[in-house]
Nanobody, 120 residues
């Protein structure tokens, strides 16, 4: 069973930085993607950044130039470095992984979420 464990959320002032981590366990070698989503109160969940097993990366326009997604394949862990944080970045951030090959093909898994709060 695939599990995702997030860490690194918290409270920070405008302009500050945070680093989120997402450790994945139970997966096996496959074509897959790992991503960060966020959901603010009263809003829909949105994709923040995604990185594939092949190294392709995409960002939401609102975080380009401020956030950096990366992954350590040896540790099966993904990171989101968030700089120049703004109050509008306040949300619960969720780790996600989707598999496109192997025994988990077609399945997606979610972490429990970690709160990021940016004070003005």
């Amino acid at each position: 069973q695939v599990q995702l464990v997030e860490s690194g959320g918290g409270l920070v002032q405008t302009g500050g930085s945070l680093r989120l981590s997402c450790a994945r366990s139970g997966s096996i070698f496959s074509i897959n993607a790992m991503g960060w989503y966020r959901q603010a109160p009263g809003k829909q969940r949105e994709l923040v950044a995604v990185i594939t097993s092949g190294g392709s990366i995409n960002y939401h326009d609102s975080v380009k130039g401020r956030f950096t997604i990366s992954r350590d394949n040896a540790k099966d862990t993904m990171y989101l470095q968030m700089n120049s944080l703004k109050p509008e970045d306040t949300a619960v951030y969720y780790c996600n992984t989707e598999f496109y090959s192997g025994v988990y093909a077609g399945r997606a898994y979610w972490g429990q979420g970690t709160q990021v709060t940016v004070s003005s």
